[in-house]
């Protein structure tokens, strides 16, 4: 029986209040607060770490990959591709963006469910979101950054599979046309009248035929929504009980878009029992409804990371001002050292994606020296082989400071440039970047651990490129300012 297997989230680490925001722009109160990407994440980076979550400890391989993401990084370049070579996954599976409604990650599931039904083997479906708003919308309020994931396989896994219904139907409550950067919304009681109170009971009481249950049985009602207060009198028309409604985590992450049933899902399994049922519902274009009932599994597999984790590793980020220019919603001077041409050679990119994107060195196989980059002799003085390393995956591997620099006169978005070398457990050394830092978290001796990044923007062509940074391991809780 279908059913997932694992899942994954990844928020970042930043969090704005509301407050904040609306001070800023000379008004009174705000609660709560929202995810805010670092200069140096996107929908891309975010995705590989929810999907690095969600295949911690997965045994067996993945035969394809779906990325669902309405704010992807590029139009014309296939973005799950970059996702899978960042994991390292085979490059023998399939590989799809899906876009274009705020459903495309449950629509991915459901695809990737029907797959695996047909006898295919396990999917990944990942799904993220970093929406972007005009300042004083409303939507900066109510939007947050962040990515989900969830593997799809043929046993029941966590949760089984028990049925799934969509309507599709053109109903226009907010869109973005091509080449404009915000969403544009129609007005609110009527995406909530004639659109979530007529389609999304409609779709539930499909999906509850098909799975042979009633709406007085879901334990747990995951119902994202874009118009403040509707899902208690959602569920009253769909005879769903309102102590089933699940967290909508707005309070501390916001609305993640594409990804935030799935994010909404990972909250309810922390905390779910064996045999409850979940309905998973996801509105754009018509709905989707997918409905699942937990196993006996969840019991040992139950994982505070699958979100909260994720949640608790926070730093408040005061700035509103910085918040825009990482946006790029305020033109700021950068300097002359900002003045420097970053093309990519695509053909280096394509050489060394597996070093670049994977993070893959090599491995003497005669004395099990790690290295990166890989190379053809063996840097063990003692050994000394010639072209035998074998490919060496660094991702994953856990890693300490051995020296560092907080550099002011490199230009970075975020000053002070912080970069070091580190020592990988095991073996293998690597100079690199190091992000999500602020003020004395790294020392000599601090535990790091890799995360992917954006290294560079090429303004000029509308290209980024990817690598690999050091973050610490663990992050105090307590408020460090602007959160650098």
């Known amino acids: ?7 994954g989230t990844y928020v970042p680490r930043l969090r704005l209040t509301r407050k904040t925001i609306l001070t800023a722009q000379g008004k009174s109160g705000g609660s709560g607060e929202r995810t805010i990407c670092n200069w140096d994440e996107d929908s891309l980076t975010m995705a590989v770490e929810a999907a690095r979550a969600c295949m911690a400890g997965a045994e067996g391989p993945v035969g394809g990959l779906a990325l669902a993401s309405t704010s992807l990084p590029f139009e014309e370049r296939q973005n799950a591709t970059i996702v899978a070579t960042a994991l390292n996954l085979s490059e023998d599976i399939r590989s799809m963006d899906m876009g274009g409604t705020q459903r495309a990650g449950t629509s991915a599931m459901i695809a990737a469910i029907d797959a695996v039904d047909a006898g295919g083997p396990d999917r990944l479906v990942v799904a993220s979101d970093h929406r972007q708003t005009k300042s004083a919308a409303p939507q900066e309020l109510r939007y947050g950054d962040g ?13 089984e599979f028990l049925a799934a219904h969509t ?4 109903f226009i409550d907010h869109y973005r046309g091509q080449g404009q950067r915000f969403d544009y919304y129609w007005e609110e009681r009527w995406i909530r009248d004639e659109g979530y ?6 779709a539930l009481a499909a999906a509850f035929e098909k799975a042979g249950v009633s709406a007085d049985e879901v334990t747990h009602t995951i119902l994202p929504h874009a118009v403040p207060r509707t899902a208690e009198a959602i569920c009253k028309r769909a005879g769903l009980r309102p102590e089933s409604i699940a967290d909508s985590l707005q309070n501390q992450i916001g609305d993640t878009g594409v990804a935030h049933p799935f994010v909404m899902l990972a909250g309810v399994l922390e905390k779910a029992k064996p045999g ?26 139950r994982s505070e990371s699958w979100l909260s984790d994720g ?13 825009l220019s990482f946006n790029g919603l305020i033109e700021k001077e950068e300097g002359m050292r900002a003045e420097v041409d970053y093309q990519s050679a695509m053909t280096q990119i394509y050489r060394r994606r597996d070093m670049l994107l994977g993070l893959v060195g090599g491995k003497c196989p005669d004395c099990d020296t790690p290295q990166f980059p890989r190379s053809r002799v063996c840097v063990n003085p003692h050994c000394g082989s010639f072209a035998t390393q074998t490919p060496y995956a660094f991702a994953d591997k856990p890693a300490t400071v051995v020296s560092w620099s907080a550099d002011h006169l490199t230009y970075t978005p975020d000053p002070p440039a912080r970069y070091g070398m580190i ?7 690597v100079f690199t970047n190091f992000t999500d830092v602020a003020g004395p978290e790294v020392d000599v001796g601090t535990r790091m651990r890799m995360v992917f990044r954006i290294k560079e923007f090429d303004h000029k062509r509308g290209f980024r490129r990817y690598f690999w940074k050091a ?11 602007e959160g650098a």
């Open 1 to 7: 029986m279908t059913g997932l297997s694992s899942i």
């Open 197 to 202: 109170f007529k389609l999304i009971p409609q």
């Open 167 to 170: 309507l599709s139907v053109d």
């Open 471 to 481: 973050t610490p391991q663990v992050i105090p809780t307590a408020e460090t300012g």
């Open 311 to 323: 949640l608790a590793r926070r730093a408040e980020h005061t700035s509103y001002t910085k918040y």
């Open 276 to 301: 409850e049922v979940i309905a998973l519902v996801s509105f754009g274009q018509g709905c989707d409804v997918i409905i699942l009932r937990t196993t006996a599994l969840i019991e040992d597999k």
């Open 147 to 159: 990515a989900g994931a969830v593997r799809v396989s043929a046993d029941a896994g966590i949760a």
């Open 423 to 429: 020592q990988f457990d095991g073996g293998g050394r």
